[in-house]
């Protein structure tokens, strides 16, 4: 599996953003995570395979939507009212399989390279 993820940026407080994460094939679990400077990637976002469930972290909810189209191999994760605390390089990982929702790093198989998000106050 090969992860593309894109769409990070520089933004006011208060903005948005749209990121996205390409993946081949099609029967996996993804999740965004994020790392900030000088602390631990946390978790944000899951969703399973086929789309039918989602979870968030406390901080993503009501801010952050995920969503995928499996027909083109995408994820992506809006991201509205970003605050500065949501600064950090943000990772889209894989399960492969039909499994279902998962919040720890070290349940995926394969990870992107990671897009910087920048939210300035």
């Known amino acids: 599996v090969q992860l593309q993820a894109s769409g990070g940026g520089l933004v006011q407080a208060g903005g948005s953003l749209r990121l996205s994460c390409a993946a081949s094939?099609?029967?996996?679990?993804m999740g965004w995570f994020r790392q900030a400077p000088g602390k631990e990637r946390e978790f944000v976002v899951a969703?399973?395979?086929?789309?039918?469930?989602?979870y968030y972290a406390d901080s993503a909810k009501g801010r952050f939507t995920i969503s995928r189209d499996n027909a083109k191999n995408m994820v992506w994760l809006q991201m509205n009212s970003l605050k500065p605390e949501d600064t950090a390089v943000y990772y889209c990982?894989?399960?492969?399989?039909?499994?279902?929702?998962?919040?720890?790093?070290?349940?995926?198989?394969?990870w992107g390279q990671g897009t910087l998000v920048t939210v300035s106050s």
């Open positions: 990982a894989v399960k492969s399989g039909l499994g279902g929702i998962f919040t720890t790093s070290r349940s995926y198989d394969y």
């Open positions: 094939g099609r029967r996996y679990s």
């Open positions: 969703i399973t395979w086929d789309g039918s469930s989602t």
